[in-house]
């Protein structure tokens, strides 16, 4: 990689919440490659009422060559956790992963090369979804749990914080924060990013900068994936919806309607067809997901009650 010329500061921040595949995510960042000119530090930011994550925490201190911060901000909000690691950090990049991710040995190096490379204020790498046993073939061959940006016209107008590195010096990202209404919801994460972007911020991606997640068998459903398309659906379309006069949505609801039902007819036509019929149906849901946003409906919530936090990134 090129180097910056200077002793360069990565803080990589993971939010969690009782979440106990946070020590593989850990030690994980502990195996990393990094350059000799590269500082890592490491912040946990804990998101339960209680400190549940800092015995853990203070055990892997003595055991993982990186400084590690522990940062307990309670409330269940993965919003206030993602802001706590802007608050904390003090590098020159911020590295977000998930809790129930590990990383590739490369993954920072990766991150941090196409960053050095590009100039670019955000780079997202590639999330890989392992499968267990007792996930449906169909959702297995078409590996619907695997995260990777979404191009438009050849450009990444949006991202994730489950595999991306910010350059905190960016006059895009310096003082940005998470919404604090998405945060229980998800898709705060997209939010942010598309802000970003439209305030004039790029993303660029590392196609090498690799992290794993295995997908728990609650998951492995058609609904949870359901759920999250509609979800996802919701905040494009009060994304899109912004500060718009009713007139103004009319069209774009109509849009949207009509891709959704080209999407289920397309699903009904492939009915024997599983992987080909579910992703047709997905993206039929997540276009009603759309209509729903751009008519201003409260977006559905996903997390908090003691349910997980886990990925928050717009996989649709």
């Known amino acids: ?44 930011a804990d998101n339960d009422a209680l400190p549940s994550a800092r015995a853990l925490v203070d055990v892997l201190r003595a055991e993982l060559p990186f400084e590690i911060v522990y940062v307990h901000c309670p409330a269940a909000n993965i919003s206030i956790a993602r802001n706590a690691c802007l608050d904390n950090c003090s590098g020159d990049f911020l590295a977000f992963i998930d809790d129930d991710e590990t990383a590739s040995r490369e993954w920072l190096v990766e991150l941090l090369a196409v960053a050095t490379t590009t100039g670019a204020d955000a780079v997202l790498g590639p999330v890989s979804a392992v499968y267990g046993d007792a996930a449906p073939g169909w959702m297995k061959r078409g590996d619907f749990h695997s995260t990777l940006p979404v191009r438009v016209g050849g450009e990444i107008r949006t991202g994730y914080s489950c595999n991306v590195i910010l350059r905190r010096a960016s006059p895009r990202i310096a003082g940005r924060r998470f919404n604090l209404a998405s945060g229980q919801t998800g898709g705060e994460d997209t939010e942010y990013f598309t802000q970003m972007v439209e305030a004039g911020g790029s993303i660029a991606y590392a196609p090498q900068a690799l992290v794993i997640e295995p997908v728990p068998a609650a998951r492995a459903r058609f609904s949870w994936l359901a759920r999250r398309r509609f979800r996802s659906g919701q905040t494009h379309g009060r994304l899109l919806g912004r500060g718009q006069p009713a007139a103004a949505l009319a069209p774009k609801v109509g849009l949207a309607a009509a891709k959704a039902a080209y999407c289920f007819a397309a699903a009904a036509a492939l009915a024997v067809f599983a992987q080909r019929r579910n992703r047709y149906a997905l993206r039929g849901i997540m276009h009603i997901g759309v209509v729903v946003g751009l008519l201003g409906v409260r977006e559905l919530r996903l997390y908090g009650d003691g349910q997980p936090l886990g990925r928050h990134s717009n996989a649709a």
Do not use: N
């Not at 009782?18 to 195996?31: F, I, K, N």
């Open 1 to 44: 990689m090129t180097s910056l010329g200077k002793q360069t500061r990565i803080d990589v921040c993971v939010c969690t919440y009782r979440r106990p595949e946070l020590e593989l995510t850990l030690r994980s960042l502990g195996t990393l490659e990094v350059p000799p000119d590269v500082t890592v530090r490491i912040i946990v």
